[in-house]
């Protein structure tokens, strides 16, 4: 069945998952995914056929527990999250690909080449490696839905949980998509977790993931047909995965001076299918690796092969690939080393994102603009980190502001929001009490992710007193409405100064409604 009207990548995704009779899903906002699981939000009706729960959660590793529990009790499930989520799901994903599961999970990641939101721009590609699973990353909608697919079919076969990244660029490309007959297709039973797991020791149940569930991995990504090989000639050969194949099959079928160039694009990049790509570089005089965001494929081969050239050779830059990129390095093919990519990117340079001018914090921000060090948090207040406000010095993860200042000599000072205290942060503050700590956490609270589409945040207000007695609480809007902007950072700044001269940890609790 094919759909009349082109359609994204986004849909696709969504028409996979209940295509594939997903019943259970949970995702954690951030961009790219945020749209992706608004979509299912938004299509999920009382009247609808749609028969999957879904639900938003505030940490990563939480929404793979839940995905888990879902798929070892007989439901589909999948999770979506954003690049860096994928580190923090990594402690449950390691586990269960030895523990085994039920149904199939698939971890769907959100990949964000150029950081155009986010705190760096990892490669999703890399945790096939570092947790032995198969990796899918599709370059079109139709390869989306289709991969989906078959993640599931593959994750039920060898009992682990399977990722396909994806990227903003392939959720808005738009295709008619050809879709399962669903009719005719055989109904999946419900498969749970098979308890004889627990006959094994933890060295055995990893032995029996090499003999038994890893093979049918490797046999997969060697075999799969999502790896496609054109062979035009023998002097290059092009290898690329996810988003930019798209974009090398444009070039190829459009300008007829590269018509010579043969293709390997790879749908599945792990495990890496060593056979296939070997027998690509074989056939060719040189190799040309296009890939977003880091030469993860460049990387496999580049140490056996003195023909291979792309990322680290200058050929294309680090990061996002576009079409100039592409054509540029396929002019200088013929060039062992390329030095054009040689810019860093500076604020200036790219347009500055600052912190919106009514936010309600800005008294909060100005004070904290002659304190340092100030531990910042993913989130607005990064925003404040550059000129002109210079507020907070340091962002290292979403909820790592707390315990970042627990290293800061002296009291140690951070500022965090409620949704990145619920993700992470409280744990930050759990040690800073234990362990003794002198601190002062300010904790913004806004009830909302503003930065990731206005989801909710939980209100911590009871835990957070009941943790850390000394605990002050301001309203931002009702003193900023009845004593004025001046009155209000005097009484910001005079709360922060007797906190810091107080021993131990203590808290400020920040209220204000955001103006998006």
Known sequence: MTNNEDITGLEAIYLAAIDSNVRFITAVAGYPMTAVADHFFENKAPSNCNNYDIHWFTNEKAALEAALGASVTGRRSMVMVKHVGMNVLSDPLMTAMMHTIGSGLVIIAGD???????????????????????????????????????????????????????????????????????????????????????????????????????????????????????????????????????????????????????????????????????????????????????????????????????????????????????????????????????????????????ICSDCPFMPLYNILSDIHPVAGDMGCSIRTAPDPLNAVNTGFALGGAISTACGFPGKGIAVIGDFGLAHSGIIGLINAVEGGFDILAIILQNDVAAMTGGQGAPDLKVVIKALVPDTSFINIDKILESEGKNACSNHIKSMIQAKIDTKGVSVIYIEGQCTK
Not at 263 to 273: A, E
Request: one cysteine or more.
């Open 112 to 354: 964000d080449p150029a950081a155009r939101a986010s705190q760096n721009e990892q490669d999703s590609r890399f945790y096939g490696a570092i947790s032995e699973t198969a990796v899918f990353d599709p370059s079109t909608p139709q390869s989306a839905y289709d991969s989906l697919n078959r993640a599931f079919e593959l994750s039920e076969k060898a009992k682990v949980p399977v990722i396909m990244r994806i990227t903003d660029r392939l959720e808005k490309e738009t295709q008619k998509v050809s879709r399962l007959q669903i009719n005719s297709k055989t109904k999946q039973g419900e498969k749970v977790l098979d308890k004889n797991i627990w006959k094994l020791t933890m060295h055995g149940k990893h032995q029996r993931f090499h003999i038994e569930s890893e093979p049918v991995l490797i046999h997969e990504a060697e075999n799969s047909r999502f790896n496609r090989m054109s062979i035009n000639g023998d002097r290059v050969g092009i290898i690329s995965s996810g988003y930019p194949s798209f974009i090398v099959d444009e070039i190829l079928s459009t300008q007829l001076a590269h018509s010579s160039y043969s293709h390997l694009s790879l749908g599945m990049v792990s495990p890496f299918p060593e056979k296939l790509v070997k027998n690509l570089i074989e056939r060719h005089e040189r190799i040309l690796v296009i890939e977003e965001s880091e030469p993860f494929i460049e990387s496999h081969i580049s140490t056996c092969c003195d023909r291979v050239f792309g990322k680290r050779t200058g050929h294309l830059p680090f990061s996002m690939v576009e079409k100039e990129h592409v054509e540029f390095a396929f002019e200088n093919i013929d060039n062992d080393e390329v030095s054009k990519y040689t810019d860093i990117q500076t604020i200036l340079d790219r347009g500055s994102k600052p």
